[in-house]
């Protein structure tokens, strides 16, 4: 699983609060990736990096915040939880974009209430 | 554009043979993955081809690339229960960033049936 470690697995938190997902990586990949996933939809990006703090907004980035302040993590942020950002959240990574090396995480499944 | 379409689900017999098909639009797509989801669990690369082939095989998979007519499709031999998952097919476009993003069908949901 390439040493790709998402925290919490699961987690449950009420409208209007902040939440932040952890993505953690122990083999030095330069590509971050943040994916939703939700029925119908498939996977869409939310924000990817490429660098140690720099990031840049995927398709679907409203309402997300991310940082990434060391090469192992990555952090997406919920500024303010709704109930449509219910989904379950996957990091990807990779050395280099465009190869065949992408590595998925276990998944966090989000719930807001 | 950017859109990869799949059917989305799919039921076969144990031991027969399951066929996957995928579209997709963008001709700049320099791979094309499937991956399998198993409930509960993450996306698995399966396989991959490099758009400038036609067939990929690699034990009961076999990937065939048709890239006059934007067509993948991954194939199955001797399907198992096993081989029950969701699998996406996804592309990606040359360069970083999100050039070399992956762009996600729906996924195909598999049933085998014993």
């Known amino acids: 699983d390439a040493g790709i470690t998402q925290s919490p697995r699961h987690k449950v938190t009420e409208t209007g609060t902040p939440v932040t997902l952890r993505c953690h990586q122990t083999?030095?990949?330069?590509?971050m990736y943040w994916y939703r996933q939700d029925p119908g939809h498939g996977l869409r990006l939310i924000h990817y990096?490429?660098?140690?703090?720099?990031?840049d907004k995927g398709e679907v980035s409203d309402g997300y915040s991310v940082s990434r302040s060391k090469t192992e993590d990555f952090l997406l942020t919920l500024e303010s939880a709704t109930s449509s950002q219910t989904s379950v959240y996957f990091c990807?990574?990779?050395?280099?974009?465009?190869?065949?090396?992408?590595?998925f995480g276990s998944g966090t499944r989000l719930t807001v209430v | 554009g950017e859109d990869v379409e799949q059917s989305l689900f799919l039921s076969v017999r144990e031991g027969d043979s399951s066929v996957i098909n995928c579209t997709y639009t963008?001709?700049?797509?320099?791979?094309l993955y499937w991956y399998k989801q198993e409930p509960g669990a993450g996306l698995q690369l399966l396989t991959y081809?490099?758009?400038?082939?036609d067939m990929k095989q690699d034990q009961r998979l076999t990937v065939l690339l048709n890239k006059k007519d934007k067509h993948l499709s991954l194939r199955i031999a001797d399907t198992q229960t096993g081989d029950s998952a969701i699998y996406f097919c996804?592309?990606?476009?040359?360069?970083?960033?999100?050039?070399?993003?992956?762009?996600f069908g729906k996924g195909t949901k598999l049933s085998v049936k014993p």
């Open positions: 990807a990574v990779t050395w280099q974009a465009d190869n065949y090396g992408y590595t």
């Open positions: 083999e030095n990949h330069r590509y």
């Open positions: 990096s490429y660098g140690v703090k720099d990031t």
């Open positions: 963008d001709s700049s797509s320099t791979y």
């Open positions: 081809i490099f758009s400038n082939m």
């Open positions: 996804a592309e990606s476009k040359p360069g970083g960033g999100s050039q070399g993003n992956l762009i």
